[in-house]
Structure formats: C-alpha cells, structure tokens
C-alpha cells in the first residue's frame, strides 16, 4: 500500500479510513461479511490483468492455459460443495446469474412467479424497477399475514391460475428455513421450471443447516460473499442437461470478459467452505442470530414470524414509534450498522420502511458469540430510546468500540 499511499494518497486515506470503520464497528448487514485473508489475496494479484473471454479450453485470447485450471478448479470444488452436475462461476454477482437463468429459456413476455420485494423477495426477482420485471410478466406471491411464513398451499393455488414459466424461490429478507422441495413439485405440477436463490443462505446450504436446492429445483443460483464468506460475485448450478444453455447466457449472452482474480478468490471461499472449521463457523452463525433476536424480543421488539432460522431476523419498528430509516441512522451514530427494510404489511413507504434488518455472518466471523449477540441487542435498544441525546450515542459508541477491538477482523492486517 505505500506506493498506492505516495501516488494517490486519496483513494489511500479513502480505503484507511473504511478499514478503521471496520475494525470498530459492528457490521450487522445480513448481506456482507469478512472474506478470509488468503480470498483478499487471491483477489489482489495479477490475474487481473488477463482477459479469458470463453471457457476453459474455449477461449478467445492466447495465453490462458493457468487461467483454464483455475476455474476448473472453482467449477470442480463448488459441484463438490454442494452435489452439483454442473456449475458456472462466471457471473460478476448474484442479479446476473439470474438474469443468466432467465436468458437460457425464457422469452420477452414469459411468465415469472416469485416471492414480492415487500415480503423478502430480490428485485433480480422480476420487480417492476428491475429489468426482470420490464422483460417478463410477472405475478408475486408473499407471506401468510398472519403467520408472515410462506403458505405453499396458496402458492400452488396461484401457481395453477397463473401458469408460469418458471417459479422463483429464496429471498433476501425472509427469516426461516425454505421447502425447495415444496416450490419443485409445485413446478412440475404446472408444468413449469424452478429456481432457487441462495445467496443469502448458501453458506447454510452446503453445510446442512438449511436444505439445499441443488438437484431438487431446476436451477440453484448464488452470491459467494454473504453466508458462504467469499468475493463478492455470481454461481449458477444446474444438472448438466441444462448446462450448454446456461454457459451461453453467461457467455456471450450476459458478459465478456470474466474476473479471472475473483474466480481464484471464489475457488479457495469453495475450499474454505468444505473444512471442519467453516462448519463450526455457520453454526454459530444461527446460534448467534438466534442470540440476537431473543435479546432484541427481551428489549420489546417484534420480530417478523416470531423468530429466526438462519442468519438474519427482521424488526419491526413499531413500538418503538421509529422509521427504519431513522433507525439505520441512529445506530449508525452509535457505531452499528444495520439496513433499513420492508416488512408484511408495513404502514411506511418503501423509502422509510418500518423495519431494519440485522445478521449476524459478519460478527460472527470476527469470533464473537452469543453472549455479545445478547449485549449488541441491548445496545440496539439503548440507542433507539436514546436517539435525542448524542452524547448517549457517543457513548454506546465507545462501548461498541472496545468491543470491537477485542474481535480484530485481520490480527495481521494493522491500520495503514
């Protein structure tokens, strides 16, 4: 970093002082995490400079026979992880390796169902603002209002009205455990595909604490840098029938050039994630998240279903007479980071939200553990009924802080 330092010392004091948010905040965004030291290193080298257009032992440029090994061994290890006959670890994020799946079969004006956005869906899932939702036509399905669980019985009723073309499960904000087998069969009773979204959930996945939906749905897409603690980027895994097409899609249908530096990253997160040691890991991710939420039900919260069963819960606001929006920036104030979000039958705009969501893969990966699951609650509390004063907020930050410095994020990695 000291040439960076010496020729731009912006971008430099930039990055110097995001690490330092990092180091002595608590990052509770249920989407982020802390990649191991070795994904940065992987990430940070000259593989960068290389364009592989194509596949391997398909490409468009010279010189990439190291390249070729590389993501055969990210297809290779990620078919290993989670029992897939075929994977493409292409896709720059998570949207495009659905926006893939869509392009491998279906037309403008085919039809979509998939869970809304104000109930825990993606807007990659056909939201009217997304280009899935201005290409297909597109009918959503929610939670039960009274359970605020999914009700497979009435998304087969709607899936038998409406007839899609394909049937799109997982979600970004939803709570509990998915029957991927349910949404499947419902599927192939239509007469339709399946896809599951696992991005957020996949660490879970491929760990058994969460059924999987590889070799169960028709097609399983993921992120790898939430639960499963990878670069940031895109995976699709389908049965090899169903492969040439998808490849297609990715390239030449939806990118060029893949990132030859994070598919080297993606392949050593698929190695860590096969170890003894990440099993522990997301086990105590929920053991935390469940920490989290009795905590945050102990300070007169809410919580969306009552509950959590995997590495996020969501809060509603109510009681507390707060926006989510309001709440992100006060929590922010006290050195907690949190996400505003939607919630079944919110009273606030889409803008405001009456609810954040909070999880725990992050913290989790930092080393700490239910008993400071239980103590961030308090804090979460504290400063939502302490929003007026700011020295109170100074103070919860000072707190969070020394917390913060006992789980460093990198022991060998000091402030620049």
């Not at 070729?68 to 896709?91: M, S, T, Y």
């Not at 053991?287 to 945050?296: I, P, S, V």
């Not at 300070?299 to 606001?317: A, K, P, Q, W, Y």
């Not at 079944?344 to 989790?364: A, D, H, K, M, Y």
């Amino acid at each position: 970093m000291s040439s960076l330092a010496l020729f731009d010392p912006e971008i430099f004091d930039l990055i110097n002082k995001e690490h330092k948010r990092q180091v002595e905040g608590l990052e509770l965004i249920a989407s982020e995490n802390v990649v191991a030291r070795e994904v940065l290193e992987a990430m940070g080298t000259i593989l960068t400079n290389k364009y592989a257009e194509g596949y391997p032992g398909k490409r468009y440029y010279g010189g990439c026979e190291f390249h070729d090994k590389i993501e055969n061994l990210a297809r290779d290890r990620l078919c290993a992880l989670f029992g897939a006959e075929h994977a493409n670890v292409q896709p720059h994020s998570g949207s495009q390796a659905n926006e893939a799946v869509y392009l491998s079969f279906l037309k403008p004006g085919d039809k979509i169902m998939s869970q809304s956005l104000n109930n825990g869906g993606h807007l990659s899932h056909g939201d009217p603002a997304n280009i899935s939702g201005k290409y297909y036509d597109v009918s959503f399905y929610g939670v039960d209002f009274d359970s605020e669980v999914l009700d497979y019985g009435a998304i087969e009723e709607q899936a038998r009205k409406y007839k899609p073309d394909l049937i799109v499960c997982g979600a970004s904000a939803y709570p509990r455990e998915i029957d991927f087998k349910a949404f499947a069969e419902i599927a192939e009773d239509v007469g339709a595909r399946s896809m599951a979204d696992i991005a957020h959930i996949s660490g879970l996945c491929c760990t058994g604490l969460h059924n999987s939906p590889v070799g169960v749905t028709t097609y399983t897409t993921s992120t790898t840098h939430k639960t499963l603690r990878g670069p940031r980027g895109g995976v699709i895994m389908c049965n090899k029938e169903y492969a040439g097409a998808i490849d297609r899609a990715v390239f030449p249908g939806m990118q060029g050039g893949p990132l030859m530096h994070v598919i080297a990253a993606k392949a050593v997160c698929f190695r860590e994630a096969g170890t003894e040691e990440y099993k522990t890991y997301a086990k105590q991710v929920v053991k935390n998240c469940k920490a989290l939420a009795q905590g945050l039900e102990d300070n007169n919260f809410r919580l969306v279903s009552g509950g959590t069963d995997n590495h996020l819960c969501l809060v509603d606001l109510e009681s507390y007479h707060i926006s989510g929006q309001e709440a992100e920036v006060i929590l922010g104030k006290a050195g907690i980071t949190v996400n505003k979000n939607t919630i079944p039958r919110q009273s606030l705009s889409p803008f405001e939200t009456s609810g954040i969501r909070v999880g725990t893969p992050t913290i989790t990966s930092r080393g700490m553990k239910e008993e400071e699951c239980r103590q961030i609650a308090d804090w979460i509390a504290e400063a939502i009924q302490k929003r007026e004063s700011d020295s109170a907020l100074a103070e919860i930050k000072k707190e969070v802080s020394t917390l913060c410095l006992k789980y460093p994020l990198y022991p060998e990695i000091r402030t620049l």
